[in-house]
């Protein structure tokens, strides 16, 4: 966790989640949406999420999926086939 203290994140700790969040919004796969969207919510409210742990996790929280099915270009049309979408993100984000 990047909160490991009770408190606001020092200037330190804050540029690397900034830095991080934006690597990670430039890296991840498209087909990654509701990651996209926790990063999305997690930059807009940035100054806020940098106070404390707590306001991280209410950032997030507010944040609505849209499905909590696997996408098409994860299962190949077939559910029960191939490798999980996590790990084709990884393979995706290992490769970059």
């Known amino acids: 966790s990047i909160y490991t203290l009770h408190g606001p994140l020092d200037t330190d700790a804050k540029n690397a989640l900034r830095k991080w969040l934006a690597l ?15 990063i999305d919510a997690l930059q807009m409210n940035f100054d806020e999420v940098a106070t404390s742990e707590d306001a991280l996790l209410k950032a997030i929280d507010g944040v609505k999926l849209d499905s909590n099915t696997w996408s ?7 559910a029960h086939k191939g490798y999980t979408c996590g790990l084709w993100s990884i393979f995706h984000i290992i490769s970059i």
């Open 24 to 38: 990670l919004h430039r890296t991840l796969p498209h087909e990654m949406e509701a990651t996209h969207k926790h």
């Open 72 to 78: 098409l270009s994860c299962t190949k049309g077939d």
